[in-house]
């Protein structure tokens, strides 16, 4: 854990990222295997109907074990993907069995955009968000673009038990205290592969 940290919100993104990076296979396997644990049979987890995942890039903690298992229990499961305009949009679109995916501009894989397909963020049970950076009061440090705070920023706007919001990130991303932005969206609890972080 990063105790304090005195650089910029840009600096800490970048060393944060170079952690996660770091990590082996056999690590990142591991680590998606315990949060796997983690969330399997928490009761949250265990309710929610419609759930939105995200697919692993860049060193994030894999939540594909999670994804397989709300499958097989019918779960109506969700990916974001990115509007062609504006192109600071982001939606959630329904994943249909055997689905194929192609690259977005951030070489992400995603659905075939289709707005009939979609559903409004504050329709969902539960949000699993992907995050750079944490801190135990909720704080989530993203990659910088913006997406999911802008399209979960109703939460800031009005008091909201919908949808639950959970980031997802491995232990070495947590900081004592991250700098937050009034626009910043928090975490309703962090799940990591060491540890169960509740914030309400």
């Known amino acids: 854990m990063i105790h304090t940290y005195e650089g910029s919100r840009s600096e800490l993104r970048r060393l944060l990222r170079q952690r996660r990076r770091a990590l082996s296979a056999q690590q990142q396997r591991q680590a998606a295997q315990k949060l796997y644990r983690q969330l399997v049979q928490h009761p949250i ?59 977005n501009r951030f070489r992400i894989a995603e659905p075939r955009f289709q707005p009939t397909q979609q559903r409004a963020a504050w329709t969902l049970s539960l949000i699993l968000m992907p995050l750079v950076g944490f801190d135990e009061q909720g704080g989530r440090l993203g990659m910088g673009g913006g997406f999911y705070d802008r399209c979960l920023a109703f939460h800031n706007q009005a008091p909201t038990h919908r949808p ?37």
């Not at 491995?170 to 972080?197: A, N």
């Open 45 to 103: 987890f265990r309710r929610a109907r419609h759930i939105a995942f995200y697919l692993a890039n860049d060193g994030e903690i894999d939540p594909h074990y999670l994804l397989k298992a709300a499958q097989r229990r019918n779960k109506a499961i969700y990916l974001p993907v990115l509007a062609r305009w504006p192109r600071h949009k982001m939606h959630f679109q329904r994943l249909r069995p055997k689905e194929s995916l192609s690259l």
């Open 164 to 200: 639950l919001l959970f980031g997802l990130a491995h232990e070495c991303q947590k900081v004592d205290q991250l700098p937050i932005q009034t626009w910043d969206i928090r975490m309703q609890s962090i799940v990591t592969d060491g540890g169960f972080y509740s914030t309400r």
